[in-house]
């Protein structure tokens, strides 16, 4: 039981920094200027909207039963680490597509 509430507290500590580094929000912790939470705004809608959208289109396979190919029947362990790998894997991928296009503008 103890093994678990130290779990639950790390994690929860280290969340928070995520979400500090992540948001760029001072309450946090993080200095920022506005041009770099701007980025990073985006970024997390950005890589929210993607998972949002892959979830809408696994529905939309399931309920017409359009699985197809190798992965049809493949079983997998943890679903919800291969959708946390997804988010994360988008989120980079929108930081820096954001970080190219404000930076561009400034030129």
Do not use: C
């Amino acid at each position: 039981m103890f093994i678990e509430w130290v779990v639950i507290f790390l994690v929860g500590l280290i969340l928070f920094w995520i979400i500090g580094w992540l948001t760029g929000d001072k309450t946090y912790g993080a200095r920022d200027d506005e041009r770099s939470e701007l980025i990073k705004h985006k970024a997390i809608v950005g890589s929210w909207t993607f998972i949002f959208v892959v979830f809408i289109i696994n529905i939309i396979f399931d309920i017409f039963n359009l699985r197809t190919g190798p992965l049809k029947d493949a079983p997998f362990g943890q679903p919800e680490l291969f959708y946390l790998l997804v988010l994360i894997g988008s989120y980079i991928v929108f930081y820096i597509i954001n970080r190219r296009r404000l930076s561009s503008n400034e030129k």
